[in-house]
C-alpha cells in the first residue's frame, strides 16, 4: 500500500489540490543551504578552493563523506511512475509530485533530507543500472510506487549490489505496520499468533511483504492464504503466478474467496474497493481482525462490518476511521535508524524490531498534544486504537532507536550507538525546546519540590500533574476539590493523581489563619479585613499565600485567566525581590539557535532604569540554560540615528548596564538586522562590541516584545518555551491562558528549579 495522505480525498477540489502545488515557489520543496554563504572567504570555503580539502579526504577514504557531506542524512526516494498511488502506470514525469510529498514526510517526520529522482525506465536493467550509480551520493535509498512483480526483482537486485539501505516502502512499510496491528488486535481479542488462519484479499507486492512479516512474527506459513481476483492462489495455478506470491500457494485446486476467507481469524485487504462482502463477514471466526486498506474506498467499509458484527477489530487506510494503516509511521523511523548506524542494508530484524516498536508504543498512555492535533480526541489503548497516530512524536523515538539496536545486533551497523544517548539525539532533533529543557528538567530533578497549581481541577494541569510525578520534576498540590479531581483523574487514566496532596481553599480549617495573615500584609493597601475573608478563598490568592507561608516552594497559575489577573495576587503578595522588577522572557527556539526575548509581558513602557533591570535579569536567565549571553538593545534607531524619544531611553538604558554589570557583553541601541546579522555588523557598525549575534534581545516596550515574539513563533516556525516570570521574590510562573500540557511542564520545572536557587533572574 502507498502512503495515504492525511485527509479525506472527497473532500477536496481539483482546483483546490492544483493551487495548492502551483503556488509560488512550484512544487513543495526546495534545497537550503546548511552553511553560511554570506562573504567572500564563505564562498570560498563552499567553493573553490576550499572545498578541494573534504574532497581529497574522501578520494583516500570513501567513508569520510558521511563526515564532509550531507550523504549520512540524505535519502533517495526513487520511482518509474508504474503503479502510482491507486493511480496506476502514469508515467516518470506524473510521480513526481508524488515524490516530493515522500520528501516532505520524510523530512517532517524525522528530519531527514531526500532528493526524489523519477527514472524513466520500465525496464529492470536501466532501471538498476541508474540506481546503482548513484550510490555515492545517498545514504539510503527508498523504492516508490514500483509495479509488481518488478519491484521484487528490482529489490532484490539492488540489495545485492549496494552497500546502503534499500526499501521498497510500498511493500514493508505496510508490512511492518499492519505487523504491528496484528500484534496488538491478537492481544486484545485474546488469539495466539500461531494458532490463526490469516487470509490476504489482494496478492501484489504490499501483500507479499506482509505476509512474509506476518511470518516472521510468528504466524505459521501454511496458516496463510492468499486470494487475488483468480481466487486462491494454490500450486500449479496457471493465471497469473509468479515465484513471490508461489510461496504461499495453498492446495492445489481452485477456491473462490468466499470460500476460502470462512472462518479466518484475520483478513487483510490490499486490493479494491467492494470486494469483501458483509456474507463474507458473517462467516468469520470469533473476534475476527480485518484490515481493509484499499484507498481512498477500502474493501469493505467497517461501518458494514459492525452492521454485521460487533466483535471485529477494523484497521483502514484512511485518516477518518480509527486504527489508520499510515506508511508514515514507519518509514521515517526506519530509515532514521538504519542512517545512524550507517546500516548497509535494513533486514529482517530491523524489519521486526519496528513492528514490535510500534506496537508497544500504542500500549503507552497518549500526550495531549497528540490528542490536540486530532482535534481533542481521546485515544487510548484498544480496539479503536491498536495503532499509534502518525502525528505522535513519540514515534521517531520508539522506531530509530528499535531499528538502529536490532541493526547492531544483526551485522547490519557500521558503528555503534549507546541507546540512551541516541534517543536523546532523537528529541533534539525533534525541537531545540527539548534541548532547553533536558538542562532544566535534569537540574529539577536533584530535589523535590513542592509546587502548587491553583487550577488543580483542569484536565490539562492533571495530565501535566501526572508527568511532572512520573518523571520526578516536582511534587503538584492541587487546588480544588478531592471528589472532584479524583473523578477528573480517574476518566483520564492519571493513577498518579491519587497519591498527590488536593486542597480546597472553600472548606479547610486553615481559612481563618489565612484570613488574618492576608490582612496583615494588605490592610496598608487599602484591603479591609471584610475583602481579605473572601479574597482567601479564591485559588490563585491562596496560592500565593501558601507560598508566602512557606508551605509550598512554587506557583504555576494562569492556565483559565488572563495575565494580569492571574499575575496581579503573586505581585501583591510574593512581591518582587529588593531592588527588581517583575518580567516576562520567552525563549524562542529555532533550529539552530536560541534566543531570549524580553519583556513580553509585563511592563507595557518601561523606564531606563527599568529596562537595565530587564536586561540584567533576562542575561542571568541565559546563564542559567547554559548560554553565554550577548545582549541587544532593541530600538528603530541604530546607534544615535534618532538622539530622542525612545531611543534615547534604550541608549540611557545601556549606559545603566554596563555600569552595574561591565561583564556582559551587551550593545545598542540597533535595529534587529545588525543584532542578529553578522553580515550588516561586519558591513555597517563594524564598532559594535557583539562578538556573534545577539542570543538576549530585549525590546523598548510591551507592544514591541509582544509582537515580535508571536510573529516569530505563528508565522516564523520558532517553539516556544514560557513565558517565564523574573524578578518574584520567590518562584511565581504564569501559563499562557490555554496552555498545553508540555506548556505546564516546562514551566513547573522552571519553577522547581528556581525554588532550589538553581535559577535566581
Known amino acids: 500500500m502507498a502512503t495515504t495522505f492525511e485527509t479525506q480525498t472527497r473532500q477536496i477540489a481539483r482546483q483546490e489540490a492544483l493551487d495548492y502545488h502551483s503556488a509560488w515557489p512550484r512544487g513543495k520543496i526546495e534545497v537550503v543551504p546548511t552553511k553560511a554563504v554570506a562573504t567572500a572567504r564563505q564562498l570560498a570555503l563552499a567553493y ?62 524525522a528530519d531527514i533530507d531526500v532528493f526524489d529522482l523519477e527514472v524513466n525506465a520500465k525496464d529492470v536493467d536501466t532501471f538498476c543500472a541508474v540506481v546503482k550509480a548513484l550510490e555515492p551520493t545517498f545514504g539510503g535509498i527508498n523504492l516508490e510506487d514500483i509495479k509488481s512483480p518488478e519491484c521484487f526483482v528490482i529489490e532484490r537486485r539492488l540489495r545485492g549490489m549496494m552497500g546502503i539501505p534499500v526499501l521498497h ?22 488469539k495466539r499468533i500461531d494458532h490463526v488462519k490469516v487470509v490476504f484479499v489482494g496478492a501484489g507486492a504490499a501483500a507479499v511483504a506482509c505476509a512474509e512479516q506476518y511470518v516472521a512474527l510468528g504466524v505459521p506459513r501454511q496458516n496463510v492464504f492468499m486470494c487475488d481476483k483468480y481466487g486462491l492462489v494454490y500450486r500449479g495455478r496457471p493465471e497469473d ?53 484499499a484507498n481512498p474506498v477500502p474493501e469493505i467499509l467497517p461501518e458494514q462490518v459492525l452492521e454485521v458484527r460487533g466483535d471485529a477489530i477494523i484497521a483502514t487506510g484512511r485518516s477518518d476511521y480509527p486504527n489508520q494503516v499510515n506508511n508514515v509511521l514507519g518509514f521515517p523511523g526506519i530509515f532514521r535508524g538504519a542512517l ?36 481533542g480526541q481521546s485515544f487510548r489503548f484498544g480496539r479503536d486504537y491498536i495503532i499509534p497516530k502518525p502525528f505522535d512524536p513519540r ?65 490539562r494541569i492533571l495530565r501535566a500533574a501526572q508527568i511532572l510525578v512520573e518523571e520526578r520534576i516536582c511534587r503538584p498540590v ?119 526575548f524580553a519583556d513580553c509581558t509585563v511592563n ?58 561591565p561583564d556582559l557583553e551587551i550593545d545598542g541601541e540597533m535595529q534587529v538586522d545588525p543584532a542578529v546579522m553578522q553580515s550588516v555588523r561586519e558591513q555597517e557598525f563594524p564598532f559594535t562590541r557583539l562578538t556573534g549575534d545577539a542570543n538576549v534581545l530585549i525590546f523598548p516596550d510591551l507592544n514591541s516584545g509582544n509582537i515580535g515574539y508571536k510573529l516569530l513563533w505563528r508565522l516564523g516556525g520558532a517553539e516556544v518555551i514560557g513565558p517565564v516570570l523574573m524578578g518574584m521574590a520567590r518562584p511565581v510562573n504564569v501559563l499562557q491562558q490555554g496552555a498545553s500540557v508540555q506548556d505546564v511542564v516546562n514551566l513547573s520545572a522552571m519553577t522547581a528549579v528556581r525554588a532550589q536557587n538553581e535559577l535566581v533572574y
Not at 456474507?279 to 468469520?284: S, W
Not at 548560554?627 to 532593541?634: D, E, G, Q, S, Y
Open 604 to 661: 507595557a513602557d518601561p523606564t531606563a532604569e527599568q529596562l537595565a533591570d530587564i536586561a540584567i535579569s533576562t542575561a542571568e536567565m541565559a546563564h542559567a540554560f547554559e548560554i553565554t549571553p550577548r545582549v541587544a538593545m532593541l530600538s528603530y534607531s541604530n546607534f544615535g540615528t534618532d538622539r530622542g524619544g525612545s531611543p534615547a531611553k534604550v541608549r540611557r538604558a545601556l549606559e545603566l548596564v554596563r555600569q552595574r554589570r
Open 241 to 293: 503466478m509468479d515465484e513471490w506470491k508461489g510461496v504461499f500457494a495453498q492446495g492445489e485446486s481452485s477456491r473462490t474467496l468466499a470460500q476460502v476467507i470462512r472462518d479466518a481469524d484475520v483478513v487483510v485487504g490490499l486490493s479494491t474497493a467492494g470486494v469483501i462482502t458483509q456474507d463474507m463477514v458473517r462467516a468469520l471466526a470469533k473476534d475476527p481482525i480485518l484490515f481493509a486498506l
Open 48 to 109: 573553490s578552493p576550499g572545498v578541494a580539502e573534504p574532497c581529497l579526504a574522501i578520494a583516500e577514504d570513501r567513508d569520510l563523506s558521511y563526515k564532509y557531506t550531507a550523504r549520512g542524512n540524505l535519502v533517495a526516494v526513487i520511482s518509474n511512475g508504474t503503479a502510482v498511488l491507486g493511480l496506476g502506470d502514469i508515467g516518470a514525469w506524473a510521480s513526481k509530485p508524488v515524490m516530493e510529498g515522500k520528501g516532505v514526510l520524510f523530512k517532517k517526520f
Open 340 to 375: 545512524d548506524v550507517r546500516a548497509n542494508a535494513i533486514d529482517e530484524p530491523m524489519k521486526l524490531a519496528a513492528s514490535h516498536a510500534l506496537a508497544q508504543l500504542a500500549r503507552q498512555d497518549v500526550p495531549e498534544n497528540v490528542s490536540a492535533a486530532y482535534g
Open 169 to 190: 516502502d510500498d511493500q514493508h512499510g505496510t508490512a511492518i505496520i499492519t505487523g504491528a496491528a496484528l500484534i496488538n488486535a491478537l492481544e486484545l481479542q485474546k
Open 395 to 459: 514515534v521517531l523515538t520508539a522506531v530509530a532507536p528499535a531499528v538502529a539496536q536490532a541493526a547492531m545486533g544483526s551485522g547490519a551497523a557500521r558503528i555503534r550507538l549507546d541507546r540512551s544517548d541516541y534517543v536523546e539525539q532523537l528529541r533534539k532533533r525533534q525541537g531545540r525546546s527539548y534541548e532547553v529543557m533536558s538542562i532544566v528538567i535534569g537540574k529539577a530533578r536533584r530535589k523535590e519540590t513542592r509546587i502548587v497549581f491553583p487550577e488543580g481541577n483542569h484536565p
Open 478 to 596: 492541587l487546588l480544588g476539590r478531592r471528589d472532584e479531581v479524583d473523578a477528573i483523574a480517574r476518566e483520564a487514566g492519571l493513577a498518579a493523581i491519587a497519591d498527590l496532596e488536593v486542597i480546597d481553599p472553600l472548606s479547610i480549617p486553615e481559612v481563618p489563619e489565612y484570613t488574618q495573615k492576608l490582612y496583615a500584609l494588605r490592610q496598608r493597601a487599602g484591603m479591609s479585613f471584610a475583602e481579605a475573608a473572601y479574597r482567601i478563598r479564591q485559588r490563585n490568592v491562596f496560592a500565593a499565600m501558601l507560598l508566602h507561608d512557606g508551605r509550598v516552594d512554587g506557583v504555576v497559575t494562569g492556565m483559565t485567566r488572563s495575565y494580569p489577573e492571574a499575575i496581579r495576587p503573586a505581585l501583591q503578595i510574593v512581591r518582587t525581590m529588593p531592588g527588581r522588577l517583575a518580567a516576562g522572557t520567552y525563549i524562542l527556539a529555532f533550529k539552530h539557535d536560541l534566543k531570549l
